[in-house]
């Protein structure tokens, strides 16, 4: 006899729920006041999702340590980026 899963929904459909749940935190709180510390907690949640788009939905979850290390690199990069451009003005 199979024991019950722990959870009846697919991995993808755990993480789009959480995708869905941290677009609304990061809506609310960039609809609220303004200051370099919401921006970075904005910014932070962003960088989540992007990594979760490149576990789940790419399918980089089982390749080669590389491959998810250029990954992150390019969202903490862009990340930078955008924070830099922020801090700026």
Do not use: D, N
Not at 27 to 49: C, D, H, N, P, Q
Not at 63 to 68: N, S, T
Not at 73 to 84: M, P, Q, R
């Amino acid at each position: 006899m199979k024991s019950p899963a722990v959870l009846p929904f697919k991995p993808c459909t755990v993480s789009w729920a959480v995708l869905l749940a941290l677009t609304t935190i990061s809506f609310e709180l960039g609809a609220g006041a303004s200051g370099r510390m919401l921006m970075a907690a904005v910014l932070a949640l962003t960088l989540i999702k992007g990594q979760l788009v490149v576990s789940h939905f790419m399918g980089l979850r089982r390749v080669r340590l590389e491959w998810r290390i250029a990954m992150a690199a390019y969202l903490a990069a862009v990340g930078g980026v955008i924070a830099l451009a922020y801090s700026i003005t």
